[in-house]
């Protein structure tokens, strides 16, 4: 190589003082600039409850020159931070080998993600496949968090994430060996598996393998988040099957145990999840020598409402059979369901109330369940919550189910029938809730001696309800129980005189039930006409109303019928 000319000389030397002119302007715009983030709130502790988990991870002092990212920023980045120029510069940062370069990128992003509140244009997704998958530690920690801010606060759409091709490199990092990175990559996995769509694909992915390995994780936050994934990909029925072949029962079972209430909570329902479909049951209730049993009998326990009441719905689901229902009540549940029927929560109400039904339906439980302390709560949940359809339906479905037992005698002097009978009144009753209380109640008063206990808690409204809900033709079933306790309740006085106050809508219902297409109907209203018939007001009040010429209606299409019948069995025996 010859020497340079003169000419080319003095262009290498002006070149020289004009990088060290520029390299003195750029190292001030450095320090400016380092000054302005280490005093952004950005890098404070967040006291959004929402973000308690993902605290910044790093701190001012640790940040690393952002020399190059400065070429990139012109004058108007600031004011336009999701422009096209800061965009390239961020793409340029992401995908380069320069882990400095990288960090000036996650942290910018870090940056946005904590103070937008517009979404996050789709092109911006982009940069995110490389800094997920930099090498540097302090990239990962940090794009991760970002993710998890942008996701939590709404700014990304859950279903673009993965179709951007970011479910992968998320799914990588729950494998990293730092604790900070796992926390983010489940929490990114948790909060992109509330998306149907996604929950297959993170099981297409491979994904369950690694967070149940997690889930056993010493550090609480990376645990937690786990087992939070772990729930919202429970939610999908495919799924269920893949995370019981990779031994997720006994991992969540014994989470159940966990002294932190999330993970118990979490764990809880997503054994919740997959106890509602009963080809699990067999193998969840192995696990442990049947340890699931006796975990979520302990959590009714919980001081932690919504872990107690979602035992109850796991418990629920789990007992499907008649074996598991009666081990349930040999584990002496019935103590912690009395507390919680008397729960403040409206939740756990429900939860320990809907319990108690599915275990009173079994024969060798009715016994153990009818006892005084039982029968005094059922009351006192009709006397508070009658108003509650949930409390209303359930209840009366366990007092029917309690008085099938041996102790049937006790339901029927029990409060408990007063509170069904007020329950009536209820102008919010569901139709549902109403259709089980007047059930009961017509069941009860076909027992023998139950009129005794029924016809002292009989007043004027408590009739009017009766005589009125027997006449309603759109509620078909209330109507019929209705009219079945007025005909069973009847032959006393106080009813007599109570009913003398309803004649003409007692006729009404009546002449329904004579002309109903149901013979049951029919013979409920010929039995109970024939009742009244022995009250001088009601025996006037049918003559004068021709109700005589509707039985004999009835009488000529009942001879009809059995000329047909006749008719058919001989034709049958020819």
Same mark, same amino acid.
């Given at each position: 190589m010859g020497q340079l000319c003169g000419r080319c000389l003095q262009l290498l030397r002006d070149f020289a003082a004009m990088v060290q002119r520029t390299s003195a302007a750029l190292l001030h715009?450095?320090?400016?600039?380092?000054?302005?983030?280490?005093?952004?709130?950005?890098l404070k502790p967040s006291g959004s409850k929402g973000r308690q988990l993902y605290k910044p991870i790093l701190q001012p002092h640790e940040r690393v020159t952002a020399q190059e990212f400065l070429q990139h920023i012109e004058a108007g980045f600031e004011m336009s931070p999701l422009g096209k120029e800061p965009l390239e510069a961020l793409r340029t940062l992401a995908f380069s080998e320069n882990p400095g370069l990288q960090q000036s990128a996650a942290l910018y992003y870090l940056h946005m993600s904590q103070h937008m509140n517009v979404p996050l244009?789709?092109?911006?997704?982009?940069?995110?496949?490389?800094?997920?998958?930099?090498?540097?530690?302090?990239?990962?920690?940090?794009?991760?968090?970002?993710?998890?801010?942008?996701?939590?606060?709404?700014?990304?759409d859950k279903e673009l994430v993965v179709q951007m091709g970011l479910l992968e490199p998320i799914l990588e990092l729950l494998e990293s060996g730092d604790p900070t990175v796992q926390c983010n990559s489940c929490a990114c996995t948790m909060t992109l598996a509330i998306s149907e769509s996604n929950r297959e694909a993170i099981g297409a992915a491979q994904g369950v393998t690694p967070l149940l390995a997690l889930a056993n994780s010493y550090d609480p936050r990376v645990q937690q988040n786990a087992v939070g994934a772990i729930l919202n990909l429970t939610q999908s029925e495919k799924i269920q099957q893949v995370l019981c072949k990779e031994g997720a029962l006994p991992i969540l079972t014994f989470l159940l145990e966990s002294p932190d209430s999330e993970v118990q909570y979490y764990s809880c329902t997503a054994l919740s999840?997959?106890?509602?479909?009963?080809?699990?049951?067999?193998?969840? /209730?192995?696990? $442990?020598? %049947?340890?699931?049993?006796? @975990?979520? &009998?302990? !959590? #009714?326990?919980?001081?932690?409402?919504?872990?107690?009441?979602q035992a109850c719905v796991c418990l629920r689901n789990l007992a499907t059979s008649a074996d598991t229902q009666v081990e349930i009540v040999a584990h002496n549940v019935l103590p912690k369901l009395?507390?919680? /029927?008397?729960? $403040?929560? %409206?939740?756990?109400?429900? @939860?320990? &109330?809907? !319990? #108690?039904?599915?275990?009173?339906?079994?024969?060798?439980?009715?016994?153990?369940?009818?006892?005084a302390e039982l029968l005094q709560s059922l009351r006192m949940l009709l006397a508070v919550h009658r108003m509650d359809p949930v409390i209303a339906g359930h209840t009366a479905c366990i007092i029917q189910n309690l008085s099938l037992s041996k102790n049937r005698q006790r339901i029927i002097e029990s409060p408990c029938v007063e509170g069904l009978l007020q329950t009536m009144l209820s102008t919010d009753i569901q139709e549902d809730s109403l259709h089980y209380v007047t059930s009961c109640l017509a069941e009860l008063a076909k027992q023998e001696g139950a009129a005794g206990h029924m016809v002292p808690c009989m007043d004027e409204p408590l009739t009017r309800c009766l005589v009125r809900l027997a006449g309603q033709r759109d509620r078909v079933e209330p109507a019929f129980h209705a009219a079945s306790i007025i005909q069973r309740l009847m032959g006393h006085e106080k009813t007599m005189?109570?009913?003398?106050?309803?004649?003409?809508?007692?006729?009404?219902?009546?002449?329904?039930?004579?002309?109903?297409?149901?013979?049951?109907?029919?013979?409920?209203?010929?039995?109970?006409?024939?009742?009244?018939?022995?009250?001088?007001?009601?025996?006037?009040?049918f003559r004068k109303s021709q109700m005589t010429k509707l039985l004999e209606q009835v009488r000529q299409q009942t001879e009809e019928t059995q000329?047909?019948?006749?008719?058919?069995?001989c034709h049958t025996d020819g």
């Open positions: 715009g450095i320090k400016e600039c380092l000054a302005l983030i280490s005093h952004c709130s950005c244009p789709v092109e911006h997704l982009e940069p995110f496949y490389a800094l997920l998958r930099s090498t540097d530690l302090e990239v990962q920690q940090m794009s991760s968090l970002s993710l998890v801010n942008f996701l939590l606060e709404g700014n990304i999840n997959v106890a509602a479909h009963a080809q699990h049951h067999a193998a969840m /209730l192995r696990t $442990g020598d %049947r340890f699931l049993l006796r @975990a979520l &009998v302990s !959590l #009714l326990s919980s001081s932690v409402d919504k872990v107690s009441s009395l507390s919680l /029927l008397a729960s $403040g929560s %409206r939740d756990v109400r429900h @939860a320990a &109330v809907a !319990l #108690l039904w599915i275990l009173s339906q079994h024969p060798r439980n009715q016994d153990v369940l009818t006892c005189r109570l009913l003398r106050c309803h004649i003409a809508e007692t006729q009404a219902y009546l002449r329904n039930f004579l002309s109903h297409p149901e013979v049951r109907f029919q013979q409920l209203g010929i039995a109970t006409l024939c009742g009244l018939q022995g009250d001088p007001e009601f025996s006037s009040a000329e047909l019948l006749r008719a058919a069995i």
